[in-house]
């Protein structure tokens, strides 16, 4: 395993998975409180709800 670089922010990190989450729901409820606690975990939430 080879030691992690300091990301100084000019370029993305490839090695380090991505915390980035995008849920879709109809029940705005329902993804209000997902983004509420991932973000909470550290998680960045994408929050999309559609309805017919």
Do not use: H, Y
Request: aromatic share 8%; with cysteine.
């Amino acid at each position: 395993m080879q030691p992690m670089q300091e990301n100084t922010g000019a370029t993305p990190m490839l090695d380090v998975p991505s915390r980035r989450v995008k849920a879709v729901d109809d029940e705005s409820d329902i993804t209000f409180t997902l983004k509420k606690e991932l973000e909470q975990s550290g998680f960045w939430l994408d929050v999309f709800n559609c309805r017919n």
